[in-house]
């Protein structure tokens, strides 16, 4: 596997975290059969059982010489780990490396798990957890959103209704905000199978616009404002083609972007 000494060593203290939380039996179980399985039944500490370890985690150190967003302003460890940890994984299905293979959605999906993560840990440092605050903050740009009965902490809030007041607490344009959006849609989606490129929707909706003398053709892009109001498209319908085009471009870079200026807007914003 290539791995020296000192990262394997490195691993047991994350393997060791992992194997101990009340919630990893299965990975417990996992890493106790390749240690039973070993000759001589060798400990968890020793390096050849941490190399079957390392290849059943499927952990890629080539990974690591890649730019990680900065999440050392979060004081918990858990937190800051699990955001770590996203983001690698997030990298795997990007790269396509070990058993992963390239995968856009699913790239998305961890990419989604760090951006909730980190707009929950903003409300909670933010407002002190305080929910009712939280609440106000969002009815203050968003007079219409009523909370449900279902709601108890800030993880229940809906992600779109926090990520757009966030955009206001951060002073975000829609260029910043526009990548999560897309990607909490390809997350959402995914979840509901419904997700799938359709070029076919791209090209009757270019043709509508092209023929209401609606497009730009210098630029070769829609007047988005000017074909909703002459009704070439329904609003539903440009942001279904806005999407569409996006998501086909498969824009790994807009997602890692935006995960990076949230953290950094994020840690900015809580240090004033």
Same mark, same amino acid.
């Not at 903003?122 to 968003?142: C, G, M, P, W």
């Not at 979840?191 to 210098?218: A, C, N, P, Q, T």
């Not at 471009?249 to 914003?269: G, M, V, W």
């Given at each position: 596997m290539g791995q020296d000494k000192k990262q394997l060593t490195k691993l047991l203290a994350f393997v060791k975290e992992l194997y101990e939380h009340p919630d990893n039996k299965e990975f417990a179980a996992g890493i106790r059969d390749i240690v039973k399985n070993d000759k001589d039944h060798q400990m968890l500490d020793d390096i050849p059982s941490l190399k079957r370890i390392s290849s059943y985690l499927s952990l890629d150190y080539e990974l690591d010489? +890649?730019?990680?967003?900065?999440?050392?302003?979060?004081?918990? !460890?858990?937190v800051r780990e699990s955001l770590l940890a996203d983001f690698r994984e997030m990298l795997r299905y990007q790269y396509g490396t070990r058993s992963h293979k390239i995968d856009f959605p699913e790239f998305c999906r961890f990419g989604v798990m760090q951006i909730e993560m980190l707009v929950n840990y903003f409300f909670e440092k933010k407002y002190q957890s305080d929910l009712d605050r939280v609440v106000h903050a969002i009815q203050l740009t968003n007079p219409k959103y009523i909370p449900g009965d279902y709601l108890s902490q800030i993880s229940d809030i809906p992600l779109k209704? +926090?990520?757009?007041?966030?955009?206001?607490?951060?002073?975000? !344009?829609?260029?910043?905000i526009s990548p999560i959006l897309n990607g909490i849609e390809?997350?959402?989606?995914?979840?509901?199978?419904?997700l799938r490129l359709e070029k076919d929707k791209i090209m009757e909706y270019e043709k509508r616009l092209k023929d209401g003398k609606v497009w730009f053709y210098r630029e070769d892009v829609p007047m988005f404002k000017k074909a909703v109001e002459q009704g070439v498209v329904s609003q539903d319908e440009m942001n279904e083609y806005k999407f569409q085009v996006w998501f086909e471009k498969q824009p790994y870079n807009d997602i890692i972007s935006s995960i990076r200026s949230l953290a950094e807007s994020i840690s900015t914003d809580l240090s004033k």
């Amino acid at each position: 596997m290539g791995q020296d000494k000192k990262q394997l060593t490195k691993l047991l203290a994350f393997v060791k975290e992992l194997y101990e939380h009340p919630d990893n039996k299965e990975f417990a179980a996992g890493i106790r059969d390749i240690v039973k399985n070993d000759k001589d039944h060798q400990m968890l500490d020793d390096i050849p059982s941490l190399k079957r370890i390392s290849s059943y985690l499927s952990l890629d150190y080539e990974l690591d010489d +890649k730019d990680f967003p900065d999440y050392s302003f979060i004081d918990e !460890d858990p937190v800051r780990e699990s955001l770590l940890a996203d983001f690698r994984e997030m990298l795997r299905y990007q790269y396509g490396t070990r058993s992963h293979k390239i995968d856009f959605p699913e790239f998305c999906r961890f990419g989604v798990m760090q951006i909730e993560m980190l707009v929950n840990y903003f409300f909670e440092k933010k407002y002190q957890s305080d929910l009712d605050r939280v609440v106000h903050a969002i009815q203050l740009t968003n007079p219409k959103y009523i909370p449900g009965d279902y709601l108890s902490q800030i993880s229940d809030i809906p992600l779109k209704t +926090k990520v757009y007041r966030i955009r206001y607490e951060l002073n975000w !344009d829609n260029s910043n905000i526009s990548p999560i959006l897309n990607g909490i849609e390809v997350r959402n989606r995914q979840s509901h199978r419904s997700l799938r490129l359709e070029k076919d929707k791209i090209m009757e909706y270019e043709k509508r616009l092209k023929d209401g003398k609606v497009w730009f053709y210098r630029e070769d892009v829609p007047m988005f404002k000017k074909a909703v109001e002459q009704g070439v498209v329904s609003q539903d319908e440009m942001n279904e083609y806005k999407f569409q085009v996006w998501f086909e471009k498969q824009p790994y870079n807009d997602i890692i972007s935006s995960i990076r200026s949230l953290a950094e807007s994020i840690s900015t914003d809580l240090s004033k």
